[in-house]
């Protein structure tokens, strides 16, 4: 458990709030309360200032005077809380060792901690990205356009929409990834994805939310997909030409020019 002491940069007189990092489920709501009281806490901007952080990682005192967002801070400390000592290690010396305090570098070096090789070399931060990238893929394949009409087909309805709802997740990571940018806390996520792609938010609510029949529901899975599709092609990320996501993850896996990281599994980066 880390603490961290947040302010208003414009308005330091305003005061300022402690908030236990990660955040406990029940204690969320009252962060976000006492951070609306001085006017920051955006669900995607970086409007926090760090005036002071305790944790066991003197490494993030870096982060002091810098400008955060609380849910990548607060993302950042969920992955830090689930390593073990050789992890802890790991992602403390490399911040020691490359200085990084960019809240992005930091983030992406959680995801590479656990893997057999530690990446020390920033350049390859990229790769890493596109490694959780064709995890994500995968998963919205498998989950998406496959699992969900086959539930259907053997009558496992409830399976089928669990398999919707897992197709909804990955099909936000993607879409954040293909920005640049860090799917927030899942209480905001659809709030940001709405400023990030109104059009896509709108479809990935009616899987959530409708009531209709399982074809009307593959339809809009097959036209997410056809529109991920047509990211990865236009970015230049994938060499496959066809509508299947599975392809297009392996082609974009094949893609990442690190042979150490392509070569772990493909979902080694988008594990919780």
């Not at 414009?10 to 976000?32: A, N, R, T, W």
């Not at 893997?115 to 994500?136: E, H, N, Q, W, Y």
Request: charged fraction near 25%; charge should be negative.
């Amino acid at each position: 458990m880390a603490t961290v002491v947040l302010s208003n940069h414009k308005f330091p007189e305003d005061g300022q709030v402690s908030v236990p990092l990660p955040i406990p489920v029940e204690e969320y709501d009252h962060c976000m309360e006492l951070l609306d009281v001085l006017g920051i806490g955006h669900a995607t901007q970086r409007d926090c200032k760090v005036d002071g952080i305790d944790s066991e990682y003197p490494a993030l005192e870096r982060l002091e005077g810098k400008m955060v967002n609380l849910d990548e801070l607060d993302y950042l400390f969920q992955r830090l809380d689930s390593f073990d000592d050789n992890e802890k290690a790991a992602f403390q010396c490399v911040v020691h060792d490359r200085d990084i305090s960019d809240m992005t570098d930091l983030i992406n070096l959680t995801f590479c901690c656990d893997m057999p090789i530690v990446i020390t070399d920033f350049s390859k931060l990229s790769a890493i990205r596109r490694k959780r990238l064709a995890g994500s893929l995968l998963i919205m394949a498998q989950a998406g356009q496959y699992n969900f009409a086959r539930c259907h087909r053997h009558g496992e309805v409830e399976a089928a929409q669990l398999a919707c709802y897992r197709f909804v997740e990955a099909a936000m990571r993607v879409a954040f990834l293909l920005h640049g940018r860090y799917l927030p806390y899942y209480k905001w996520s659809f709030r940001a994805l709405r400023q990030l792609d109104g059009g896509l938010a709108e479809k990935l609510s009616l899987l959530l939310l409708a009531n209709g029949d399982a074809e009307e529901k593959y339809t809009v899975i097959e036209q997410i997909a056809a529109q991920t599709i047509d990211a990865l092609q236009s970015r230049g990320l994938t060499a496959a030409i066809c509508g299947d996501l599975e392809k297009h993850a392996y082609s974009v896996n094949d893609k990442i020019a690190d042979g150490a990281l392509r070569n772990l599994h493909i979902l080694a980066a988008v594990r919780d």
